[in-house]
């Protein structure tokens, strides 16, 4: 397996966007802003396709069209976190928007063939050159340590915002930071898995490891791994199983990692761990204040 | 596509392009199809904004996909895998949520369960060996294609829903705006809410299959978010969302037919342009309106 070198290539890229992808999911199901990763992965569809029908590196309808989206989600948003009508009526237009570059592109070039739009859809993991592999851990490194360096402010500004605002903390700011960081990793991983799964890798392992424990270091660790694990086991399962596209492969391991958290776990459906943790401990000072 | 000798495409006279409109069966069956499409998403899609409900709608959307996909698979009609799937879905949904409010790891759950679904459905298009083409108008709609029968279809399956929405809709109501105070009073909730799911299901498998499985939702939630935008009393607000829902589908329809581009296209930038609109004369016209209600009151 490891004698091609489209699978290495796959395997070292796909390392790299899962623990982003663990990382950044596990803030993402602690602020409870599924909706808004979901919403940024059909803004990556769109953006990719804007680029391609005009004919620029579609990398860079990516990265300037999810980052743009996360920073007007962001400032539209009270306190970062913006009502779901709002983002439903945002991202249903941008699908149509995405559909219309669809049609532009694929009636425009007589040469170009309708993959594009599967590829944006449904990502490409194998087939990812060498300059590929460098730029997806760069930007994967560059969101991990964004993300580790905010990772004990944004732990307090999503656990108990009134308080942090209280203390000082610049929450709405950190807010807006972590939104963007979303929309890289977005970006990055809708290349891996494309713009309709990287959901499952986002939500699934994160919320895997909010069933398992409330700690939240080892929480985040936790997501980083197992989202790792679903990466590695996937693309063995679509080696070893041809017909079985890599990207589908990645998605149903994390969620059978998923299925089996809440199997094994299954409490109230409603509350995090780590959110419930803290309302035990902070009971007494969020009553008296 | 229209023979090019006999369609004249768009002239500057309106009588004579309303009517050109209606010449194609396809197209009045396309009409036929959008209208009854359009009420019941307004309906249901009032009920889903105000539930708080546009991720589980969104996600019954999707499942949508994987359901046309494992019938094209299967070699049955399109219509068995979009209602046995949201069917099957609305089930799932209603098991992993409770009614209380959304938190973190009811939404993980409901992204999971998205992308299973989805990346199932890329299974089955695969397997199927199916052109792209399919794949597109699969996930993006089509209103070509559209059939007598399947116009019969979608008129009695949206008669069955909204015949469960209007039996339920007080209670539904109640729940809706105040889950605790519903339960305390003995109405189901938890049942109320399946239910609703499975409702939800049904519109969604019908909408799909005009809209695609990715556009559903420019139907579903947008008129109704411009509903609840002007107005909070119940009733008028349905009838807005419905009256919104097929001023887009029978513009859209209108210039989709008019033009090259996508039908989805049209719907959502549509919806999208009203929604915005309506929230730009809300915050422009609150100002002008407590100058008038001043002046009428001195008057």
């Known amino acids: 397996m490891l004698a091609h070198e489209f699978m290495r290539n796959a395997l070292v890229a796909g390392s790299f966007v899962g623990v982003a992808c663990g990382l950044v999911g596990y803030f993402v199901v602690l602020r409870a802003q599924v909706f808004a990763g979901d919403a940024l992965g059909h803004v990556a569809f769109t953006g990719a396709l804007a680029a391609v029908a005009a004919g620029v590196d579609l990398r860079v309808g990516l990265f300037v069209a999810t980052i743009g989206a996360a920073l007007a989600l962001g400032a539209l948003g009270n306190r970062a976190r913006v009502d779901d009508v709002v983002i439903g009526s945002f991202f249903a237009w941008t699908l149509g928007l995405g559909v219309l570059f669809l049609s532009i592109f694929t009636t425009g070039s007589s040469a170009g063939d309708g993959t594009a739009g599967v590829h944006a859809l449904f990502g490409s993991i194998l087939g990812l050159g060498t300059r590929d592999v460098v730029v997806a851990a760069v930007l994967a490194l560059l969101a991990c340590a964004v993300l580790l360096v905010i990772a004990r402010p944004l732990l307090f500004a999503s656990l108990d915002p009134l308080v942090a605002a209280a203390r000082g903390l610049p929450v709405r700011l950190l807010g807006v930071v972590f939104l963007a960081v979303l929309g890289l990793v977005a970006a990055e991983a809708s290349q891996a898995v494309g713009a309709l799964l990287l959901l499952g890798l986002i939500a699934a392992p994160a919320g895997a490891a909010h069933r398992l424990t409330s700690s939240p270091y080892r929480g985040l660790a936790l997501s980083a791994s197992l989202s790792l694990v679903s990466v590695w086991l996937g693309l063995a399962l679509a080696y070893a199983v041809p017909t079985l596209p890599p990207s589908t492969a990645i998605v149903a391991v994390a969620a059978a990692i998923y299925l089996a958290a809440f199997v094994t776990r299954r409490r109230d459906a409603g509350a995090t761990l780590v959110g419930r943790r803290w309302a035990r401990q902070h009971e007494p000072s969020s009553s008296g204040a | 596509?229209?023979?090019?000798?006999?369609?004249?495409?768009?002239?500057?006279?309106?009588?004579?392009?309303?009517?050109?409109?209606?010449?194609?069966?396809?197209?009045?069956?396309?009409?036929?199809?959008?209208?009854?499409?359009?009420?019941?998403?307004?309906?249901?899609?009032?009920?889903?904004?105000?539930?708080?409900?546009?991720?589980?709608?969104?996600?019954?959307?999707?499942?949508?996909?994987?359901?046309?996909?494992?019938?094209?698979?299967?070699?049955?009609?399109?219509?068995?895998?979009?209602?046995?799937?949201?069917?099957?879905?609305?089930?799932?949904?209603?098991?992993?949520?409770?009614?209380?409010?959304?938190?973190?790891?009811?939404?993980?759950?409901?992204?999971?369960?998205?992308?299973?679904?989805?990346?199932?459905?890329?299974?089955?298009?695969?397997?199927?060996?199916?052109?792209?083409?399919?794949?597109?108008?699969?996930?993006?709609?089509?209103?070509?294609?559209?059939?007598?029968?399947?116009?019969?279809?979608?008129?009695?399956?949206?008669?069955?829903?909204?015949?469960?929405?209007?039996?339920?809709?007080?209670?539904?109501?109640?729940?809706?705006?105040?889950?605790?105070?519903?339960?305390?009073?003995?109405?189901?909730?938890?049942?109320?809410?399946?239910?609703?799911?499975?409702?939800?299901?049904?519109?969604?498998?019908?909408?799909?299959?005009?809209?695609?499985?990715?556009?559903?939702?420019?139907?579903?939630?947008?008129?109704?978010?411009?509903?609840?935008?002007?107005?909070?009393?119940?009733?008028?607000?349905?009838?807005?969302?419905?009256?919104?829902?097929?001023?887009?589908?029978?513009?859209?329809l209108a210039l989709a037919y008019f033009s090259i581009y996508p039908v989805g296209f049209y719907v959502t930038s549509l919806s999208f342009a009203l929604y915005v609109g309506v929230r730009v004369a809300k915050s422009l016209g609150v100002r002008r309106r407590a100058a008038l209600a001043v002046a009428t009151a001195r008057s």
């Open chain 2, 1 to 252: 596509m229209p023979d090019a000798a006999v369609f004249q495409g768009l002239s500057w006279n309106p009588v004579e392009d309303l009517r050109a409109l209606f010449v194609y069966p396809f197209m009045v069956d396309a009409l036929a199809a959008g209208t009854i499409v359009a009420v019941l998403a307004g309906v249901v899609g009032w009920f889903m904004t105000l539930r708080r409900q546009t991720f589980a709608g969104h996600t019954l959307a999707l499942i949508a996909f994987p359901g046309a996909a494992a019938a094209a698979l299967a070699g049955v009609p399109a219509g068995v895998g979009y209602f046995g799937f949201c069917g099957l879905g609305a089930l799932g949904l209603a098991g992993i949520g409770g009614t209380g409010r959304r938190q973190g790891a009811e939404t993980a759950a409901i992204g999971t369960l998205q992308a299973f679904a989805l990346g199932l459905g890329f299974l089955f298009v695969r397997l199927y060996h199916g052109l792209l083409t399919d794949l597109d108008s699969l996930l993006f709609g089509t209103f070509l294609g559209i059939t007598r029968g399947q116009v019969g279809v979608l008129l009695a399956v949206a008669a069955v829903a909204l015949a469960l929405v209007a039996v339920a809709a007080r209670p539904l109501l109640f729940s809706s705006l105040d889950p605790a105070a519903a339960r305390a009073a003995g109405v189901p909730v938890r049942v109320l809410n399946a239910g609703f799911l499975l409702v939800l299901g049904l519109t969604v498998a019908e909408t799909s299959q005009i809209t695609g499985a990715l556009l559903v939702f420019a139907l579903l939630v947008t008129p109704a978010a411009t509903a609840h935008e002007l107005t909070s009393r119940p009733w008028l607000g349905i009838c807005l969302s419905v009256a919104a829902a097929l001023a887009v589908t029978w513009l859209g």
